[in-house]
């Protein structure tokens, strides 16, 4: 079954920060040894940032260390593959967020299956938050729309990578307020009045939003 476009990016937009696990049995004791939780993106962008949030309490309640890697790459396939291949006792976590189904419908050939390979053991959900540069005349939500529909092809729009969480909550914006764009960006993507660019991480876009290239963020 195929979920109507506006409906599908308004699900990936759900950020959330999922604790997953290769499939395994539970033992009596667990954990037996330090835990290692892989994140799929790198320090400092919200994923990151939950996961560390939860170690620290989770740690005390083990009374066993739990030892954060970042491994960014893929839109966190990197990280998902590494956490597959791992020993199926538990002892291997992955932090990561809505992209665990994006990736889903836009790579034909991953080398695993979540829903197979994987199991959620828990999942954190919360809000974006759109910012602005200073530069744009909008102070409320409202006056941003009537920005973007007075000045199509003007907004670049920033996100922590193609297919990311922040991104389509970017097209869910576009899609929802009609925004339509002008000009070559028509055709790609068939998408509207923000061009989007995409730095490396969460933090490199939160960091290039506070220059003149980007004029919209969304983030957690």
Wanted: glycine fraction near 6%; hydrophobic fraction near 45%.
């Amino acid at each position: 079954m195929k979920l109507p476009r506006r409906n599908f990016l308004h699900l990936a937009a759900n950020a959330a920060v999922l604790s997953v696990a290769p499939r395994f049995a539970w033992a009596q004791t667990y954990p037996s040894r330090p835990v290692r939780w892989i994140v799929g993106y790198p320090a400092g962008g919200g994923t990151d940032i939950f996961v560390r949030l939860l170690a620290q309490p989770l740690t005390e309640r083990f009374g066993q260390p739990i030892v954060i890697e970042n491994r960014a790459g893929a839109a966190g396939n990197i990280a998902t593959e590494a956490v597959v291949r791992a020993p199926a006792d538990g002892h291997t976590l992955l932090g990561f967020d809505a992209a665990a189904a994006i990736n889903a419908t836009l790579y034909d050939k991953l080398n695993f299956n979540f829903i197979r390979d994987i199991a959620v053991v828990g999942m954190i959900r919360g809000p974006l938050v759109v910012l602005v540069h200073p530069s744009v005349p909008a102070k409320t939500f409202p006056e941003f729309i009537a920005y973007a529909k007075a000045n199509p092809s003007k907004i670049n729009m920033a996100s922590a990578g193609n297919g990311n969480p922040t991104h389509l909550a970017g097209e869910l914006l576009k899609a929802y307020y009609a925004l339509k764009e002008q000009g070559p960006f028509a055709v790609r993507a068939n998408l509207q009045a923000f061009r989007h660019l995409a730095p490396p991480d969460a933090a490199s876009a939160l960091s290039a939003s506070t220059t003149s290239t980007i004029h919209n963020f969304t983030n957690p």
